[in-house]
């Protein structure tokens, strides 16, 4: 039975899940926001938030472990120096999911998540 087991599988494989999250963790962290379905918006954020936490404490164990989540360089001092100083005294909500709409192909619910 799978009581209380709750997690986004966004119908992958969890390899696929788990590089799909990253690329969409690097976009956002480096372009501010990004604009994709509403499940995957709402899986995002909860990659995202804990890496935005963990990036507040600001010692080489927070960086190491935020390597470890992201693949470029760029968005790990990205979030390190101009993201994690900015919400220093917000305790979370780092993101914020707007509804766009369905996409007209597929009908897939649209939402745009960004950095408050």
Known sequence: MRHNKKKHTLGREKAHREAMMRNLSDSLLVHGSVVTTLAK???????????ITKAKK???NA??????????????NKIMN????????????????????RRSNDKAEMAKIELV
């Open 82 to 101: 101009d993201i994690a100083p900015k919400y220093k005294d917000r305790k979370g909500g780092y993101t914020r999911i707007i509804k766009l709409g």
């Open 58 to 60: 600001g010692d080489i």
């Open 41 to 51: 918006a709402k899986a995002l954020r909860t990659v995202v938030e804990p890496l």
């Open 63 to 76: 960086r190491r472990l935020i390597i470890k989540k992201l693949y470029t360089d760029e968005a790990v």
